[in-house]
């Protein structure tokens, strides 16, 4: 069977970009709950691939995938397996339905343009379903779907057969809305939601329920709303407020959150190595217990040796940003592109 099993190994993913040199891909096991660190390994690298920093990047059902400008590439670290999709937007999305246990890619324009009444999206799938290993090893497009006019404002998640990304409509207020991909029937909603929920936020799972992490990006790092999206047909939300013992700021680099880790605690990253060999922390945050606690990531890129061998120390003299990524609960998968 080719599907990817709910059975296999789950382990922390970490992508690493490089200007020059391309793709680098760490993973880890869990961390001890009481551990300050964390020992990472190389899987793979994927030369000469060039993406800007912040391009969108996630881990859908084993698959990692990256999204920027047109480039939509997906990666399995479990069979060392890369493909590049045809899409035709500039922002592409996948998502997971578990009940075909099928892979499915969004893509629709960046921008609409204001004199458009509609946007088209194409939806790409991952063979047939089925398990089938000959027909599951190639992508075909399925078909289009329409919707009014938005753009995106946030990266996206995929959560129960579901991608969920925040966006604005082209109106004289500039609407919020959480744009609702079914991927099994390929059906798209808008969930209304609070300004504050989709604007300068983070998209993650908590708890099995979308929720967003949203922070005023020009102060320091000592607290964050989080909303939670509690009832999705009536479109509630919650909200409460969580202040941090300390800044999370890190000589000025930005910081992201992929997610959660195995126990719910909600994991918070730099966005980049520092330029010279520093240790990596990541912090975990539990809500309920109002603490934090700090892990450092060892063998990401944080001796000499390695980023001499690997070309680093010439990105690094040179002012590129050696950009991290983080896939927490990523599934391994035998699943073939």
């Known amino acids: ?21 391309g793709f680098f891909i760490f993973s880890s096991s869990f961390e001890q709950e009481k551990s300050d660190s964390l020992q990472v390994d190389l899987e793979m690298t994927i030369p000469s691939l060039c993406l800007y920093p912040w391009a969108t990047f996630a881990s859908t059902h ?11 590439l997906v990666c399995n670290p479990s069979t060392k397996k890369v493909t590049t999709l045809p899409c035709i937007g ?14 499915k890619a969004l893509t629709k324009p960046n921008y609409p343009y204001p004199h458009q009444k509609c946007v088209v999206h194409e939806v790409l799938a991952l063979g047939g379903g089925g398990g089938d290993s000959e027909s599951s090893s190639s992508w075909r497009r399925k078909k289009d779907v329409i919707t009014k006019p938005y753009h995106s404002v946030t990266k996206s998640v995929c959560i129960n057969g579901f991608i969920y990304y925040g966006a604005g409509t082209p109106t004289r207020d500039e609407e919020r809305v959480l744009v609702c991909f079914d991927v099994r029937y390929e059906r798209i909603s808008f969930i209304t939601a609070p300004a504050q929920a989709v604007s300068f936020t983070m998209l993650i799972e908590y708890k099995g329920k979308l929720a967003s992490i949203a922070r005023h990006p020009l102060r320091p790092f000592l607290s964050f709303d ?3 999206l509690e009832d999705v047909t009536n479109h509630k939300w919650s909200k409460q407020t969580c202040t941090l013992p300390f800044s999370l700021a ?8 992929p997610g959660t880790n195995n126990a719910g605690d909600i994991i918070f990253a730099p966005h980049s190595l520092s330029k010279d060999v520093q240790p990596y922390y990541i912090f975990y945050y539990n809500v309920e217990r109002k603490d934090i606690r700090r892990v450092r990531l060892q063998g990401l890129a944080d001796t000499q040796e390695f980023r001499h061998r690997y070309g680093l120390v010439q990105e690094s003299y040179l002012g590129k940003e050696l950009s991290v990524y983080m896939a927490p609960q990523h599934a391994q998968s035998i699943a073939s592109l």
């Open 226 to 228: 989080l909303w939670i």
């Open 62 to 72: 084993g698959l990692i995938w990256f999204s920027k400008g047109g480039l939509f």
């Open 1 to 21: 069977k080719s599907e990817i099993s709910n059975e296999r190994p789950r382990l922390n993913c970490f992508p690493m970009r490089c200007a020059r040199t």
């Open 250 to 257: 890190q000589e000025g680099r930005s910081i992201f959150s």
């Open 90 to 103: 500039a922002r592409t999305h996948l998502g997971y339905d578990p009940v075909d246990a099928q892979c």
